[in-house]
Nanobody, 119 residues
Framework: VQLQASGGGLVQPGGSLRLSCAASGSISSINAMRWYRQAPGKQRELVAGIVSSGSTAYGDSVKGRFRISRDNAKNTVYLQMSTLKPEDTAVYYC??????????????WGQGTQVTVSS
């Protein structure tokens, strides 16, 4: 199983960006999918999460500005980021809790995508 994240880049404050993360491989089902971020010198923090039923949760710092969604048919999770602030600058990582075709649960991480908010 592999996770491939994309969509990062440089954006001005107040702008928007959409991240995507696609899971591939021998996947039976995916329970939770999440986005985390890590800024230089800081610990990795949870940004948003979504389970297979569609229920979502957000970190306090992004509530009302970010929206997580998923396409179960494509094994893909998205993060729509709006009203971006310089403090949103970080490497964003996707995570998935996967049941593979052999019936084994595992935690998988994407490679990270850089988001820089700056004028």
């Amino acid at each position: 199983v592999q996770l491939q994240a994309s969509g990062g880049g440089l954006v001005q404050p107040g702008g928007s960006l959409r991240l995507s993360c696609a899971a591939s491989g021998s996947i039976s089902s995916i329970n939770a999918m999440r986005w985390y971020r890590q800024a230089p010198g800081k610990q990795r923090e949870l940004v948003a999460g979504i389970v297979s039923s569609g229920s979502t949760a957000y970190g306090d710092s992004v509530k009302g500005r970010f929206r997580i969604s998923r396409d179960n048919a494509k094994n893909t999770v998205y993060l729509q980021m709006s009203t971006l602030k310089p403090e949103d600058t970080a490497v964003y990582y996707c995570y998935a809790d996967v049941l593979d075709a052999a019936g084994v649960y595992g935690d998988y991480w994407g490679q990270g995508t850089q988001v820089t908010v700056s004028s």
